[in-house]
């Protein structure tokens, strides 16, 4: 038997092109930015954005809240039930590969990304306080893969994207050339368990196959729980 993955992000690869599209950070300057932004799609981190709105998409890369020590899921669904995006089977379309992995990278450069991977035109940063500006290091490294504009409209991240400005008008968005998207689903395997494991909520015994991001199940290969079929 062969349990099937969430959806894959190579789905969502271009599906907004030429929109507006705003990523809601965490900081405390998240609800005076809002007010000033005019977009299209909206991108939750974390809950943060869809306490205050509504949200299209939620990007989360905890399995687990780390306050609150609750499962990320649950911890979501309070506030909405816009599709979420991550690394994780129980996601709505499951991140198989991102910039720098296997880093694993703070919500919010990744839905800055992701951001950008479904055609923002421009990509809006609001509420990214960056822990008073301690944090930006990641941002940086990401500054390559960011592909289109991108605009933010206060904080410290003004330092390496342009400040937002509602009236501000963009011509025609052409996709990047050469965008792999096939590669950005790249990394579901198929594997068989080899001890008793639990995974997606239930036991599964020995001998039963399934499908997996090769992420998820890292550590299950490494111990001989599970292997490798294809």
Not at 132 to 155: D, M
Request: charged share 20%.
């Amino acid at each position: 038997m062969i349990s099937a993955c969430a959806r894959g992000f190579g789905e969502l690869i271009m599906a907004h092109k030429g929109q507006r599209i705003c990523v809601m950070g965490g900081g405390p300057n998240l609800a005076s930015d809002l007010e000033r932004v005019q977009a299209d799609i909206w991108i939750s981190v974390n809950e943060h954005g869809a306490r205050l709105r509504k949200a299209d998409y939620v990007v989360a890369m905890d399995n687990t809240h780390t306050r609150l020590q609750t499962h990320m899921e649950k911890h979501l669904r309070q506030y909405t039930n816009a599709p979420i995006i991550g690394p994780w089977h129980w996601d709505d379309f499951q991140l198989m590969r991102w910039p720098l992995q296997p880093k694993f990278l703070l919500s919010g450069v990744i839905a800055s990304w992701v951001a950008t991977m479904m055609g923002s035109h421009p990509a809006i940063l609001a509420g990214f306080d960056c822990y008073g500006g301690a944090q930006t290091n990641q941002h940086r490294e990401y500054l390559p893969h960011l592909v289109g504009q991108v605009r933010v409209v206060s904080g410290p991240l003004t330092q390496f994207y342009k400040t937002y400005e509602a009236a501000e008008t963009f011509g025609e968005y052409v996709p990047p050339v050469g965008l792999d998207i096939e590669g950005l689903s790249d990394g579901e395997i198929v594997v068989r368990v080899l001890k008793n494991f639990e995974f997606r909520g239930r036991e599964w015994p020995p001998g039963t196959m399934m499908r997996a991001s090769r992420y998820e199940v890292r550590r299950q290969i490494k111990h001989k729980s599970l292997e490798v079929v294809e």
